[in-house]
């Protein structure tokens, strides 16, 4: 939800709420824009609504271009298995270009079926490249034996509330995970709420809720690791407020390290490949075997 959507929507809540009560002698001219403002506060609240809930329209579906996996590769006691969730550098919104160097070994996971991995992600938002990607490369380099499973439920530009486990999306992530019961899951997230401002305590309690609900989900899978992410705008300016309840779980890499050199030009506060590169080996660092 952009800015300027929330400042009307604001606005318009504000004109609803004060509009002048006069009973039965409500002049017809009064009567008359209260009901505009009351429409358009409707209107504006189903597109918002629409937008922030109804994600799964617009993410990638497109299994045509993927090649299918047994999904006996889901039990096999070598397989990792990850869901990614966040926003936008969860998802696939980074500069494309990238080509899986395993691709019987590096595969993803979406609507009850595994494939191998390829840029764009099924059930992604972006049509870029990622991280992902990159670290399912990385993790069978460490270890050739082993195959390593992504899905994402990440979807781009919102503030973690969006992300909660009663919103449409949250019911997304959460039905993901019980199809995945052994999956750890990465989270990657803060750039929006970094713009807005949101208060750390109110931010820790949201984040604490959703970790709460994926430890009750994948009963058999590893921890929720939260990754650092909060730099956003044309200066990628980092909120230390919000960075410093990400940085408290201790489990995943400071991306907010990764400055101007690593994100890609025009697409702040996306990576550019080098950095989804370098996000990607941070990720490594931090997990391994987590689901051993």
């Given at each position: 939800?952009?800015?300027?959507?929330?400042?009307?929507?604001?606005?318009?809540?504000?004109?609803?709420?004060?509009?002048?009560?006069?009973?039965?002698?409500?002049?017809?001219?009064?009567?008359?824009?209260?009901?505009?403002?009351?429409?358009?506060?409707?209107?504006?609240?189903?597109?918002?609504?629409?937008?922030?809930?109804?994600?799964?329209?617009?993410?990638?579906?497109?299994?045509?271009?993927?090649?299918?996996?047994?999904?006996?590769?889901?039990?096999?006691?070598?397989?990792?298995?990850?869901?990614?969730?966040?926003?936008?550098?969860?998802?696939?919104?980074?500069?494309?270009?990238?080509?899986?160097?395993?691709?019987?070994?590096?595969?993803?996971?979406?609507?009850?079926?595994?494939?191998?991995?390829?840029?764009?992600?099924?059930?992604?938002?972006?049509?870029?490249?990622?991280?992902?990607?990159?670290?399912?490369?990385?993790?069978?380099?460490?270890?050739?034996?082993?195959?390593?499973?992504?899905?994402t439920a990440a979807v781009p530009g919102v503030a973690i509330r969006?992300?909660?486990?009663?919103?449409?999306?949250?019911?997304?992530?959460?039905?993901?995970?019980?199809?995945?019961?052994?999956?750890?899951?990465?989270?990657?997230?803060?750039?929006?709420?970094?713009?807005?401002?949101?208060?750390?305590?109110?931010?820790?309690?949201?984040?604490?809720?959703?970790?709460?609900?994926?430890?009750?989900?994948?009963?058999?899978?590893?921890?929720?690791?939260?990754?650092?992410?909060?730099?956003?705008?044309?200066?990628?300016?980092?909120?230390?407020?919000?960075?410093?309840?990400?940085?408290?779980?201790?489990?995943?890499?400071?991306?907010?390290?990764?400055?101007?050199?690593?994100?890609?030009?025009?697409?702040?506060?996306?990576?550019?490949?080098?950095?989804?590169?370098?996000?990607?080996?941070?990720?490594?660092?931090q997990i391994d075997v987590v689901n051993k």
């Open positions: 939800m952009s800015d300027e959507e929330t400042e009307l929507a604001e606005a318009l809540v504000g004109s609803a709420k004060s509009a002048p009560k006069r009973g039965p002698r409500l002049c017809g001219t009064v009567a008359a824009a209260f009901a505009i403002a009351v429409v358009l506060l409707v209107l504006v609240s189903a597109v918002l609504i629409r937008r922030n809930n109804d994600t799964r329209m617009s993410r990638n579906a497109d299994v045509k271009k993927y090649e299918r996996v047994d999904n006996e590769v889901l039990h096999d006691p070598e397989t990792l298995v990850f869901v990614a969730y966040g926003q936008s550098n969860a998802d696939c919104c980074g500069e494309p270009g990238y080509t899986v160097k395993h691709p019987t070994k590096v595969l993803q996971y979406y609507d009850g079926n595994v494939y191998q991995m390829k840029e764009p992600m099924l059930n992604a938002v972006c049509d870029g490249g990622c991280i992902w990607s990159r670290l399912g490369d990385i993790l069978v380099d460490k270890q050739p034996s082993r195959r390593v499973v992504f899905a969006y992300l909660l486990p009663n919103t449409a999306v949250g019911q997304e992530f959460e039905a993901m995970l019980k199809a995945l019961p052994t999956a750890t899951v990465l989270f990657q997230q803060g750039e929006t709420d970094a713009a807005l401002q949101t208060d750390p305590d109110d931010y820790a309690a949201m984040l604490h809720d959703i970790v709460r609900v994926a430890a009750a989900v994948a009963t058999e899978g590893g921890e929720t690791r939260v990754g650092v992410g909060t730099r956003h705008g044309t200066n990628l300016v980092p909120y230390e407020p919000v960075a410093a309840v990400q940085r408290q779980y201790a489990n995943g890499p400071d991306l907010d390290t990764l400055g101007t050199e690593f994100r890609w030009q025009g697409s702040f506060p996306h990576f550019n490949r080098r950095g989804l590169q370098e996000a990607a080996q941070r990720w490594a660092l």
